[in-house]
C-alpha cells in the first residue's frame, strides 16, 4: 500500500460519525445513538481504501456486507439495462450503500466503483450478528435507520422518469 493509500486508510470512526451525522440527502442512514451507542456502532465496521475506479460492489454477486463511505465519492451503476438508467447515483461522505445485503441473500441490485480515492467502512454479516448478540438495541436501530434507507431510496426510484427508447 502506498503511501496516499495509507492515508486514506487511517480514517477513524470519529470522522466517519460525524460525515455520517451531517449528510444531508433525502436518503442518509440517520440511527438514534446516544454517544455510547455511536461508540459501540464503530467497533464493529472495518476500515478498506478504495483507488479511483475501483469496485466496491459487483451487480449480481452475493455478498451480506453493508459500507458506510466515509472519504471520497462513489458511483452507483446497473449494466444490461434500458439507454440512460445505467447511472443510479453518486453517493457523498456518510452515505450507506449494500443494505439490501443486510436483510437478504439475494445478488446485488446495483454495481458501487469509487470515482477517486476512497475510504469505505464495512459491516459484514458476521459483525452485524455479533452486534445484535452483544449491542441488539445498537444493532436493533441500525436495522431500522438501514431499512430506511431502502424505503427512500425506493421510493425515489419509483418517482424518477422512465427513460425514453
Known amino acids: 500500500?502506498?503511501?496516499?493509500?495509507?492515508e486514506w486508510l487511517t480514517m477513524d470512526t470519529t470522522e466517519l460519525i460525524h460525515v455520517i451525522q451531517t449528510l444531508n440527502t433525502e436518503d442518509a442512514f440517520r440511527p438514534r445513538f446516544d454517544a455510547g451507542q455511536w461508540r459501540a456502532f464503530a467497533q464493529y465496521l472495518t476500515p478498506h481504501a478504495l483507488k479511483s475506479g475501483e469496485s466496491l460492489?459487483?451487480?449480481?454477486?452475493?455478498?451480506?456486507t453493508v459500507y458506510f463511505l466515509g472519504r471520497g465519492s462513489l458511483q452507483v451503476y446497473v449494466t444490461g439495462g434500458p439507454p440512460g438508467a445505467?447511472?443510479?447515483?453518486?453517493?457523498?461522505?456518510?452515505?450507506?450503500?449494500?443494505?439490501?445485503?443486510?436483510?437478504?441473500?439475494?445478488?446485488?441490485?446495483?454495481?458501487?466503483e469509487a470515482m477517486g480515492p476512497c475510504t469505505v467502512f464495512a459491516l459484514s454479516?458476521?459483525?452485524?450478528?455479533?452486534?445484535?448478540?452483544?449491542?441488539?438495541?445498537?444493532a436493533l436501530e441500525v436495522t431500522r435507520a438501514a431499512g430506511a434507507?431502502?424505503?427512500?431510496?425506493?421510493?425515489?426510484?419509483?418517482?424518477?422518469?422512465?427513460?425514453?427508447?
Do not use: H
Open 149 to 165: 434507507v431502502m424505503v427512500q431510496r425506493a421510493r425515489i426510484n419509483l418517482t424518477r422518469p422512465m427513460p425514453s427508447v
Open 86 to 112: 445505467a447511472r443510479l447515483a453518486l453517493l457523498r461522505p456518510g452515505a450507506l450503500c449494500g443494505e439490501p445485503g443486510l436483510f437478504a441473500d439475494v445478488p446485488r441490485m446495483a454495481s458501487v
Open 125 to 138: 454479516l458476521p459483525r452485524f450478528e455479533e452486534m445484535a448478540v452483544r449491542a441488539p438495541a445498537v
Open 57 to 64: 460492489v459487483a451487480q449480481g454477486e452475493r455478498d451480506r
Open 1 to 6: 500500500m502506498n503511501g496516499a493509500n495509507a
